[in-house]
């Protein structure tokens, strides 16, 4: 009685013991399914980045051993640099013009083009098409339209008897040119968003509203929108993100000019890190663009969080 | 009696119509004079900007395409692209296979190391990136960026996938364990069989990502003849100037398969594109 007792409490433990790190049969698959990705991702995407703090804190050119520890003199000069000031200002118009007017367009087409009906589905497919586009593409179509000699824009002008500033090549106009572009480019990926959180609201909740006479606005504000809150949280979420890594579509559109006044912080990285090689400039910059992009991602669940408590 | 009380609305109304062409011209104007500025002589840009071309002679585009550029550009991206999306799929499905059916010690701690890419975007590091994948020789390839893409996909992807194994029945990996099935195989033929909505979602997100990324190109090619095609046009370009109609018929030829791809796949692309956070 007593060993056979022993015997099921014996093996009971090392089956738990056996479970609780691998079973036997699965390390093999464990082994292979793992390590491309965890090896990929900590050699490429981990690892750059802690090179980068590593590389703030000292003046090295690229090349030989790593010697000369500046603490933060780059901090410093990033900080003090006469074009950072205005890289992250632009950056935050960015985010701002995201938030004000971009996610509001979406929005508006969103609520009209949430039914179905076949050339509601085409007008859907024609918004969200500059979104699938490259932006050095999209980019290059803008800097065409704003062509001061050849562009759209002068041409409008001519008609409605206005003399239309080269856009891109002064300094006061290039940036609501930029953010044209932006929202030409990301609304429709918004309003795609907002259109599957509409979709999913269920269809007796409106009806019943409706046959109560709530009239169509006040069915928006007080029903639809906040049944999307979720949809919009993300929405919100990428339209900040997107902004802090802006690149592809300010490099054919103005290059950052003119006099360095359209820059964004990814571009400044790109003029005044990459392309002169300061690694610990550019590595200063990399630390700041991280903690911001990791302060938006850590807020942003907290806000998800309390959204789903809700 | 409901019926009658039940006097339909119409769906949109007249402001909203209004407001929605507006936004169409918007959103249609720069593509339309895009395509047509390719047959335009640059003189009837300056005074014909909406019209139709006087002719429709399309030397610039036979030029174009006649030249070693275009397609060699466009080869090279298919081929990064191709590359990309086939090994971050194996490579982020098993990972997230392994997270979501073998039990171990460690999976979750696994799960949000890999999670920690989603917190920054992988370009932060773009300069230490570039020395190590100088130091590794994997300077101006192909192969260098195919890896480096798949890398920058993997947190991504692996939630992709992680949160749709998470949705297959439990009793379908139970019944081919029981069966003396290997996870391997279990992996091969029962999983990935089901889950081809969810390859294509990832698919299109990684290839389209890949297809117009700019930055990693830009940064890790150096010879001309391996430039994908956001930098051959960015070359073009700078080359021409403000030869408008020959740049404008470059652009044409260069988004022309995108939109191609876009119209015939429009179900993947959105959904693909807005991280399955839309599905249909």
Redesign the interface.
């Known amino acids: 009685m007593t060993s056979v007792a022993t015997g099921t409490d014996m093996s009971a433990t090392t089956a738990v013991r056996r479970?609780?790190?691998?079973?036997r049969?699965?390390l093999?698959?464990?082994l292979?399914?793992?390590p491309?990705?965890?090896i990929?991702?900590t050699?490429?995407?981990?690892?750059?980045?802690i090179?980068?703090a590593t590389?703030s804190f000292f003046d090295w050119n690229?090349y030989g051993p790593i010697t000369d520890f500046v603490g933060f003199e780059n901090y410093a000069d990033v900080i003090t640099h006469r074009n950072f000031g205005t890289a992250v200002r632009n950056s935050l118009i960015v985010v701002a013009v995201s938030l004000l007017i971009q996610l509001p367009?979406a929005m508006?087409?969103a609520?009209?083009?949430a039914?179905r009906?076949t050339h509601?589905n085409l007008?859907r497919?024609?918004?969200?098409?500059?979104?699938?586009?490259?932006?050095?593409?999209a980019g290059?179509?803008?800097?065409?339209?704003y062509?001061g000699?050849?562009?759209?824009l002068p041409?409008i002008g001519g008609a409605i008897g206005v003399d239309m500033p080269f856009v891109l090549g002064d300094k006061l106009w290039v940036i609501p040119a930029i953010m044209l572009v932006i929202t030409?480019k990301y609304f429709?990926?918004h309003m795609?968003?907002f259109?599957?959180g509409l979709q999913s609201i269920p269809g007796e909740v409106i009806e019943a509203a409706r046959?109560d006479g709530v009239s169509?606005w006040q069915i928006v504000r007080h029903i639809k929108i906040p049944m999307i809150r979720s949809?919009i949280v993300?929405s919100v979420f990428f339209a900040i993100?997107g902004a802090?890594?802006l690149?592809?579509l300010i490099?054919?559109l103005s290059n950052g000019g003119p006099s360095h006044s359209s820059h964004t912080i990814?571009t400044f990285?790109?003029q005044f890190?990459?392309l002169r090689m300061k690694?610990g400039f550019?590595?200063a910059v990399?630390v700041l663009?991280?903690i911001a992009?990791?302060i938006v991602?850590?807020a942003y669940r907290r806000i998800l969080f309390k959204v789903e408590q809700n | 009696m409901a019926t009658a009380s039940k006097k339909r609305r119409p769906a949109i109304s007249a402001a909203q119509w209004i407001t929605l062409l507006i936004v169409a011209a918007f959103v249609i104007v720069p593509f339309y004079t895009t395509a047509l500025g390719g047959f335009k002589e640059i003189g009837e840009l300056r005074v014909n900007p909406f019209g139709l071309p006087a002719s429709w002679d399309p030397v610039r585009f036979t030029e174009i395409l006649g030249g070693p550029r275009y397609f060699s550009s466009l080869g090279n991206s298919l081929l990064i692209a191709g590359g990309t999306v086939v090994l971050s799929t194996l490579v982020a499905s098993m990972t997230a296979f392994a997270l979501a059916h073998i039990k171990f010690f460690g999976s979750k701690f696994i799960l949000g190391y890999l999670m920690l890419g989603l917190l920054f975007p992988a370009a932060t590091g773009i300069l230490p990136l570039f020395i190590k994948m100088r130091d590794l020789g994997m300077l101006d390839s192909h192969w260098g960026i195919i890896t480096v893409q798949v890398a920058f996909s993997v947190s991504f992807s692996v939630l992709l996938f992680h949160n749709f194994f998470k949705e297959l029945p439990k009793e379908l990996i139970d019944a081919a364990r029981m069966d003396n099935c290997g996870y391997v195989r279990i992996y091969w033929y029962v999983t990935l069989p089901l889950c081809l909505p969810i390859i294509a979602t990832v698919g299109v997100f990684n290839f389209v990502g890949s297809w117009n990324s700019f930055l990693l190109p830009l940064i890790v090619l150096n010879s001309e003849a391996k430039y994908t095609w956001p930098l051959g046009i960015m070359q073009f370009q700078g080359q021409y100037g403000s030869d408008w109609p020959r740049i404008l018929a470059f652009l044409t030829l260069s988004i022309m398969p995108a939109i191609a791809f876009f119209l015939l796949a429009q179900r993947y692309v959105i959904s693909g594109l807005t991280g399955g956070a839309v599905k249909g």
Request: with cysteine; aromatic share 18%.
């Open positions: 479970r609780r790190y691998v079973d049969k699965s093999l698959p464990l292979l399914f793992l491309p990705s965890l990929l991702f050699l490429f995407v981990v690892l750059p980045m090179d980068a590389f690229g367009l508006w087409c609520i009209a083009l039914e009906g509601i007008i497919v024609l918004f969200f098409l500059p979104y699938m586009l490259a932006e050095v593409a290059l179509i803008w800097k065409f339209v062509d000699n050849y562009g759209l041409a030409w429709g990926f795609m968003i259109i599957a046959l169509k949809a993300i993100t802090l890594q690149f592809d490099i054919p990814v990285l790109y890190g990459i690694l550019g590595g990399s663009l991280f992009c990791v991602a850590l």
